[in-house]
């Protein structure tokens, strides 16, 4: 089992900026992918951006040249760097991390407890 625990969170002018991070932690083989989603009342979970563990990432357009993603494997722990925030930002962000127990073990999904951002003046 895996366990996700973010940090980072927090009110921020619009133009601002902030990190998020995300630190697993557990019993596991390896950590395939980590990835960030968020989530606005009244809306669906959506993919931010994910990352794997090669450093090959993919991005929603509606993050892309704003917000990047970055991965420390020896610390199992991923990175959310979000610059030129716009209110439409403002959600809960959850972490994800694509996880094996085993080699050749089916690949299994964790996920934090989300860490709220809003973008506010």
């Known amino acids: 089992q895996v366990q996700l625990v973010e940090s980072g969170g927090g009110l921020v002018q619009p133009g601002g900026s902030l990190r998020l991070s995300c630190a697993a932690s557990g019993t596991f083989f390896s950590i395939i992918t980590m990835g960030w989603y968020r989530q606005a009342p009244g809306n669906q979970r959506e993919l931010v951006g994910t990352i794997t563990r090669g450093g090959n990432t993919n991005y929603a357009d509606s993050v892309k040249d704003r917000f990047t993603i970055s991965r420390d494997n020896a610390k199992n722990t991923v990175y959310l760097q979000m610059n030129n925030l716009k209110p439409e930002d403002t959600a809960a962000y959850y972490c994800?991390?694509?996880?094996?127990?085993?080699?050749?073990?089916?690949?299994?999904?964790?996920w934090g407890q989300g860490t709220q951002v809003t973008v506010s003046s």
């Open positions: 994800n991390a694509g996880y094996t127990v085993a080699l050749y073990s089916r690949v299994d999904d964790a």
